[in-house]
């Protein structure tokens, strides 16, 4: 799988109907999760625009999962408030991200500078970069390379997100991917500028 068959996939997924209706829902969601707090169902649905006995299930249907706690209540829906493995500080407040994309494109969404640390899956390297509207700068280590999955599945966290990651060596993704066809390796550069892409969508 290369780069750019991975980047046309994710266009054409998030510029359908189901994605821009994704896209427009997930927005105001995603804001509402930067207060740092779990949003009910009822916030959900309202800033969705959909009753709140609906919400869960119009995002499933989309191949959107969106992450809650125990009570029911959302959690994460790319940025998410419980602890992870990327984590996204940003204006000295600490996220968590589902996927080394996710960790690019929302410093672009927002437009705000990202400082982001992750651990490689395959070394357990820690890892840790800045990213922001202009680019990612400062990875450590300097050979830093991510993983980009096929996106289509029942659920993009699972799909894409749990196998779309930071790892230390481009070694070290294609030993780790190499019975995956479906899953490019991409260089901080080509998956920063597939990031942009995505965000210019939101």
């Not at 997930?26 to 649905?45: C, D, N, R, T, Y």
């Not at 995956?180 to 969508?201: G, M, N, P, W």
Request: hydrophobic content about 45%; glycine content about 8%.
């Amino acid at each position: 799988m290369d780069v750019a068959s991975v980047r046309r996939r994710l266009l054409e997924k998030w510029t359908s109907p189901k994605g821009q209706d994704l896209i427009r829902a997930g927005g105001p969601l995603v804001a509402s999760l930067m207060q740092g707090k779990p949003v009910s169902l009822e916030e959900a649905g309202r800033l969705a625009g959909v009753p709140a006995g609906e919400i869960l299930a119009r995002r499933a249907k989309r191949d959107y999962i969106l992450e809650c706690d125990g009570c029911g209540n959302v959690v994460g829906a790319g940025l998410s408030i419980v602890p992870g493995r990327h984590t996204f500080e940003i204006e000295s407040r600490t996220f968590w991200a589902w996927c080394a994309m996710d960790c690019l494109m929302f410093a672009i969404v927002l437009g705000k500078e990202a400082r982001v640390r992750s651990t490689c899956p395959a070394t357990g390297t820690p890892i840790s970069l800045v990213v922001d509207a202009s680019g990612v700068r400062d990875p450590s280590p300097a050979s830093v390379v991510v993983s980009l999955a096929w996106p289509d599945g029942p659920d993009i966290r699972k799909a894409f997100c749990d196998r779309t990651s930071f790892y230390a060596t481009r070694e070290a993704v294609l030993e780790a991917t190499a019975k995956h066809e479906d899953v490019a390796v991409a260089t901080l550069e080509e998956a920063f500028a597939v990031a942009k892409d995505l965000a210019a969508l939101f």
